[in-house]
Protein backbone atom coordinates (compact mmCIF):
# COMPACT_ATOMS: atom_id res chain seq x y z
CA UNK A 1 0.00 0.00 0.00
CA UNK A 2 2.92 1.98 0.24
CA UNK A 3 4.44 4.27 3.49
CA UNK A 4 1.54 6.45 4.63
CA UNK A 5 3.88 8.61 6.56
CA UNK A 6 6.22 9.53 3.49
CA UNK A 7 3.11 10.10 1.45
CA UNK A 8 2.20 12.87 3.89
CA UNK A 9 5.05 14.58 4.69
CA UNK A 10 6.04 14.69 0.53
CA UNK A 11 2.15 16.14 0.14
CA UNK A 12 1.43 17.98 2.99
CA UNK A 13 4.50 19.63 3.94
CA UNK A 14 5.42 22.95 2.98
CA UNK A 15 8.53 22.11 0.61
CA UNK A 16 11.58 24.91 1.09
CA UNK A 17 14.30 25.56 -1.20
CA UNK A 18 17.24 24.06 0.70
CA UNK A 19 19.65 27.06 2.37
CA UNK A 20 22.22 24.21 3.82
CA UNK A 21 25.10 22.69 1.99
CA UNK A 22 25.74 19.46 3.12
CA UNK A 23 24.16 16.97 5.79
CA UNK A 24 26.21 13.69 6.39
CA UNK A 25 24.34 10.99 7.98
CA UNK A 26 25.83 8.59 10.01
CA UNK A 27 24.72 5.13 11.29
CA UNK A 28 24.37 3.70 14.45
CA UNK A 29 27.68 3.52 16.93
CA UNK A 30 26.80 -0.21 18.10
CA UNK A 31 28.12 -2.78 15.87
CA UNK A 32 27.33 -6.30 17.30
CA UNK A 33 24.39 -6.98 15.93
CA UNK A 34 24.03 -9.40 13.30
CA UNK A 35 22.25 -7.48 10.62
CA UNK A 36 25.48 -4.51 10.79
CA UNK A 37 28.02 -7.54 10.74
CA UNK A 38 26.22 -8.58 7.65
CA UNK A 39 26.42 -5.17 6.02
CA UNK A 40 30.46 -4.28 6.66
CA UNK A 41 29.31 -2.25 9.43
CA UNK A 42 31.44 -1.35 12.43
CA UNK A 43 32.65 1.67 14.66
CA UNK A 44 36.44 1.54 13.18
CA UNK A 45 35.40 2.20 9.44
CA UNK A 46 32.47 4.74 10.56
CA UNK A 47 35.21 6.38 12.24
CA UNK A 48 37.57 5.95 9.24
CA UNK A 49 34.93 7.19 6.61
CA UNK A 50 33.35 10.03 8.70
CA UNK A 51 37.43 11.59 8.89
CA UNK A 52 37.10 11.09 5.02
CA UNK A 53 34.42 13.26 4.57
CA UNK A 54 35.28 15.64 7.04
CA UNK A 55 38.67 16.22 5.53
CA UNK A 56 37.19 16.47 2.14
CA UNK A 57 34.69 18.93 2.89
CA UNK A 58 37.51 20.94 4.72
CA UNK A 59 39.80 20.30 2.04
CA UNK A 60 37.59 21.99 -0.54
CA UNK A 61 36.11 24.68 1.60
CA UNK A 62 32.42 23.53 1.65
CA UNK A 63 30.55 23.18 5.04
CA UNK A 64 28.78 20.27 6.23
CA UNK A 65 26.37 19.48 9.02
CA UNK A 66 27.23 15.84 11.01
CA UNK A 67 23.54 13.93 11.74
CA UNK A 68 24.20 12.10 14.68
CA UNK A 69 22.27 8.39 14.86
CA UNK A 70 20.20 7.97 17.84
CA UNK A 71 22.18 4.73 18.86
CA UNK A 72 25.00 6.23 20.97
CA UNK A 73 24.13 9.93 19.79
CA UNK A 74 25.36 11.42 23.15
CA UNK A 75 28.24 9.27 23.06
CA UNK A 76 28.81 10.29 19.77
CA UNK A 77 28.48 13.97 20.36
CA UNK A 78 31.55 13.99 22.58
CA UNK A 79 34.01 12.14 20.21
CA UNK A 80 32.86 14.26 16.96
CA UNK A 81 33.19 17.66 18.86
CA UNK A 82 36.02 15.86 20.13
CA UNK A 83 37.65 15.49 16.37
CA UNK A 84 36.51 18.29 14.93
CA UNK A 85 38.69 20.40 18.03
CA UNK A 86 41.63 18.43 17.04
CA UNK A 87 41.57 18.57 13.19
CA UNK A 88 40.82 22.12 14.01
CA UNK A 89 37.95 21.78 11.40
CA UNK A 90 36.52 25.08 10.53
CA UNK A 91 33.34 23.63 8.52
CA UNK A 92 32.29 20.73 9.93
CA UNK A 93 28.82 21.39 12.78
CA UNK A 94 27.42 18.64 14.75
CA UNK A 95 23.69 18.30 15.17
CA UNK A 96 22.50 17.03 18.30
CA UNK A 97 18.67 15.65 19.75
CA UNK A 98 17.70 16.76 16.22
CA UNK A 99 15.60 14.52 13.57
CA UNK A 100 16.75 13.70 10.37
CA UNK A 101 13.46 13.91 8.45
CA UNK A 102 12.81 17.23 9.94
CA UNK A 103 16.12 18.93 9.35
CA UNK A 104 16.87 16.64 5.92
CA UNK A 105 14.93 19.27 3.99
CA UNK A 106 17.09 22.19 4.03
CA UNK A 107 19.97 20.80 2.85
CA UNK A 108 21.28 20.79 -1.19
CA UNK A 109 23.01 17.09 -0.77
CA UNK A 110 23.21 14.70 1.08
CA UNK A 111 25.41 12.12 2.32
CA UNK A 112 25.09 8.68 4.03
CA UNK A 113 27.62 5.62 5.43
CA UNK A 114 24.69 3.36 6.16
CA UNK A 115 21.67 2.01 4.24
CA UNK A 116 19.79 -0.01 6.95
CA UNK A 117 18.29 2.77 8.89
CA UNK A 118 14.31 4.28 8.57
CA UNK A 119 15.90 7.49 7.67
CA UNK A 120 17.21 6.12 4.27
CA UNK A 121 13.98 5.85 2.84
CA UNK A 122 13.04 9.41 3.93
CA UNK A 123 15.72 10.50 2.25
CA UNK A 124 15.25 9.40 -1.15
CA UNK A 125 12.19 10.77 -1.41
CA UNK A 126 13.59 14.27 -1.26
CA UNK A 127 14.09 15.86 -5.00
CA UNK A 128 18.15 16.47 -3.91
CA UNK A 129 21.24 14.60 -5.10
CA UNK A 130 22.36 11.83 -2.25
CA UNK A 131 26.03 9.98 -2.22
CA UNK A 132 26.46 6.86 -0.69
CA UNK A 133 30.04 6.38 0.40
CA UNK A 134 30.93 2.71 1.84
CA UNK A 135 34.53 1.63 1.21
CA UNK A 136 32.89 -1.61 1.06
CA UNK A 137 30.00 -1.23 -1.28
CA UNK A 138 30.67 -3.92 -3.67
CA UNK A 139 30.62 -6.27 -0.49
CA UNK A 140 26.63 -4.77 -0.31
CA UNK A 141 24.16 -7.82 0.08
CA UNK A 142 21.45 -7.26 -2.24
CA UNK A 143 19.40 -8.21 -4.86
CA UNK A 144 20.48 -7.10 -8.31
CA UNK A 145 17.24 -5.45 -8.90
CA UNK A 146 17.69 -3.38 -6.02
CA UNK A 147 21.09 -2.32 -6.49
CA UNK A 148 20.64 -1.30 -10.08
CA UNK A 149 17.89 1.07 -8.40
CA UNK A 150 20.27 2.33 -5.48
CA UNK A 151 22.95 3.10 -8.65
CA UNK A 152 20.42 5.09 -10.46
CA UNK A 153 18.87 7.35 -7.20
CA UNK A 154 22.60 7.63 -6.01
CA UNK A 155 25.96 8.85 -5.96
CA UNK A 156 28.35 5.62 -5.16
CA UNK A 157 31.79 6.73 -3.88
CA UNK A 158 34.14 4.01 -3.04
CA UNK A 159 36.90 5.92 -1.87
CA UNK A 160 38.32 9.70 -0.86
CA UNK A 161 39.17 10.24 -4.11
CA UNK A 162 35.79 9.23 -5.47
CA UNK A 163 33.75 11.25 -3.11
CA UNK A 164 36.22 14.34 -3.67
CA UNK A 165 35.52 14.22 -7.13
CA UNK A 166 31.15 14.00 -6.43
CA UNK A 167 32.00 16.92 -4.09
CA UNK A 168 33.86 19.03 -6.82
CA UNK A 169 30.92 18.27 -9.02
CA UNK A 170 28.40 19.84 -6.09
CA UNK A 171 30.55 22.63 -5.68
CA UNK A 172 30.35 23.61 -9.31
CA UNK A 173 26.83 23.43 -9.01
CA UNK A 174 27.50 19.93 -11.29
CA UNK A 175 25.48 17.20 -9.46
CA UNK A 176 21.94 16.77 -10.53
CA UNK A 177 19.52 14.79 -8.26
CA UNK A 178 18.61 11.69 -9.54
CA UNK A 179 15.34 11.66 -7.66
CA UNK A 180 12.44 10.19 -10.24
CA UNK A 181 9.04 9.56 -10.05
CA UNK A 182 9.61 5.87 -10.83
CA UNK A 183 11.62 5.07 -7.48
CA UNK A 184 9.31 6.35 -5.66
CA UNK A 185 6.67 4.34 -6.89
CA UNK A 186 8.67 1.13 -6.58
CA UNK A 187 10.13 1.80 -3.01
CA UNK A 188 7.62 4.72 -1.11
CA UNK A 189 4.62 4.91 -2.37
CA UNK A 190 2.08 3.64 -5.33
CA UNK A 191 2.19 7.43 -7.19
CA UNK A 192 -1.06 6.65 -9.20
CA UNK A 193 -2.81 5.33 -5.73
CA UNK A 194 -3.11 8.49 -4.08
CA UNK A 195 -3.21 8.45 -0.29
CA UNK A 196 -1.83 5.06 1.20
CA UNK A 197 -3.83 5.63 4.33
CA UNK A 198 -7.16 5.96 2.29
CA UNK A 199 -6.18 3.06 0.03
CA UNK A 200 -5.31 0.97 3.35
CA UNK A 201 -8.57 1.77 5.28
CA UNK A 202 -10.63 1.12 2.06
CA UNK A 203 -8.90 -2.44 1.44
CA UNK A 204 -9.82 -2.99 5.13
CA UNK A 205 -12.99 -2.02 4.60
CA UNK A 206 -13.16 -4.41 2.25
CA UNK A 207 -12.22 -7.39 4.40
CA UNK A 208 -14.31 -6.77 6.38
CA UNK A 209 -17.33 -6.70 4.11
Given at each position: MGSIQQYKKNHTSYIKKPT????????????????????????NKKHHQSIDVMDTVEGISLSVDIKLH????????????????????????????????????NYKLIIVDFLASALTKHIFSLKIPVIIY????????????????????????????ELCELLERHKAENLPSKWSVDFIDKY?????????????AKYICNIVK
Open positions: KDILFCLGPDANLVFRQLLNYYSIPTGERSSYGGYTNIIKNHQYKNINVLYGSFGEVVSGDRDFDKIRVSGNILADIYRRCYIARDQNIYPVDNGDPGEST
